[in-house]
């Protein structure tokens, strides 16, 4: 149980376009998702937490506008990286809380670069 | 502020080879330390969750262990295919989590 599923696990897009990452709970409903973002030999920097029915509370330095989350059902969870750049190129990662003793879940991370 | 230290960055093995990864923390009250492990471009799979000092929790050649300022993860005999970046995490009384550097674990035949 507990599986987290998300998509695309790669995907290229030019600059100034948008590319929308999916975070879906398979087994179990998420009240709350989690976004990370991930770069080379570096940990998992938390981007914003994801509640259902309500705005998402980002990190210190994580523009909203830029990252648009939206979670509107309790099973899905998207981020949306918006007019994308080349430094927006990394590994974005989602997380769900479960209701068993199994921690936090993860998706299997979505690479994005940005050409 | 809350902080995860892990050490050694990087840890090279000899298949068969025992050692242990630490994972020192400062935190304003624990909920729970997590260990992931995690391999190349794949999000992390969950380990373990230790919730106080004392506490002890196995899976096939893992062991980790947890005291009031760090976690160590035993590797018991380690095979190649336990040749991935290990991370802990801990999560705050406020329920933030925060992530360590990892360790990059190389179990070589």
């Known amino acids: 149980g507990a599986v987290v599923s998300q998509h695309p696990s790669r995907v290229i897009c030019k600059s100034g376009t948008s590319v929308k990452i999916e975070c879906r709970s398979l087994d179990f409903q998420a009240t709350t998702m989690f976004w990370y973002r991930q770069f080379p030999k570096q940990s998992l920097m938390l981007m914003a937490t994801?509640?259902?029915?309500?705005?998402?509370?980002?990190e210190q330095g994580v523009e909203k506008d830029k990252f648009l989350i939206n979670h509107a059902s309790l099973t899905l969870s998207t981020l949306t990286v918006t007019s994308a750049h080349p430094e927006d190129s990394s590994f974005y990662i989602c997380?769900?809380?479960?209701?068993?003793?199994?921690?936090?879940?993860f998706g299997s991370g979505t690479r994005l670069t940005v050409v | 502020e809350d902080q995860v230290t892990q050490s050694p960055e990087a840890l090279r093995l000899q298949e068969g080879e025992s050692s242990s990864l630490n994972c020192s923390y400062t935190?304003?009250?624990?909920?729970?330390l997590f260990w992931y492990r995690q391999d190349p471009g794949k999000g992390p799979e969950f380990l373990f969750t230790l919730y106080s000092a004392g506490e002890e929790k196995e899976k096939e050649r893992l062991k980790a262990t947890l005291t009031k300022k760090e976690s160590f993860l035993h590797i018991t005999a380690p095979k190649p295919e336990d040749s991935a970046t290990y991370l802990c995490?801990?999560?705050?009384?406020?329920?933030?989590?925060?992530f360590g550097a990892g360790t990059r674990l190389t179990v070589k035949p």
């Open positions: 995490a801990v999560q705050a009384d406020n329920n933030d989590m925060r």
């Open positions: 935190v304003s009250g624990l909920r729970g």
């Open positions: 994801s509640n259902e029915g309500s705005k998402a509370t980002y």
């Open positions: 997380s769900a809380k479960s209701m068993t003793s199994y921690g936090y879940t």
